[in-house]
């Protein structure tokens, strides 16, 4: 007779792992909802140099003129579609697990950022969106004669 060990949250990562990601991550399309929602939301990367924030967000399969990346009122939006590919005669689909349809993220600048310079590249799957730091001119200290 074998003894294994009793281990009562083994089972706890496997169920985390793969229930959490379906819970909170992207919620499918529900029968009769309006067209304008949103199906799934790419993952986006935000970064900061002394010049610069750049938002990388993954957009795989996702063409550029797919793309519209607008700014309003100081929140950036990066939205699109993510087209099915349609199913060739003798070509049988055994499993979809990408999302596909429209998606839209939206991110809040901050003050300093100029939005007279913002620029966007794709290459790779991924939208790089390179937003400039405004050139703040620091006041400079004068010094007063106390007499």
């Known amino acids: 007779m074998r003894l294994t060990r009793w281990e009562p949250f083994r089972g706890t990562d496997d169920f985390f792992r793969g229930a959490m990601p379906s819970l909170f ?4 399309r529900m ?3 309006e067209p304008e929602t949103y199906e799934w939301s790419p993952v986006a990367d935000i970064s900061e140099t002394d010049d ?6 993954e957009l795989p399969g996702v063409r550029r003129e797919d793309v519209k990346v607008s700014l309003e009122e100081g929140m950036l939006t990066i939205q699109g579609e993510r087209k099915q590919e349609k ?4 070509h049988r689909m055994h499993r979809v697990e990408r999302f ?3 998606f839209c993220r939206s991110f809040s600048l901050p003050e300093d950022a100029d939005a007279a310079g913002i620029r966007a590249e794709s290459k790779d799957g991924v939208l790089n969106v390179h937003i400039p730091k405004s050139k703040v ?3 400079k200290a004068i010094e007063i004669k106390v007499n």
């Open 25 to 28: 991550g992207r919620w499918p």
């Open 31 to 33: 029968p009769g909802e």
């Open 52 to 57: 610069e924030y750049l938002v990388k967000a």
């Open 87 to 90: 199913e060739a005669k003798g």
């Open 100 to 102: 596909y349809g429209a």
């Open 137 to 139: 001119v620091k006041p």
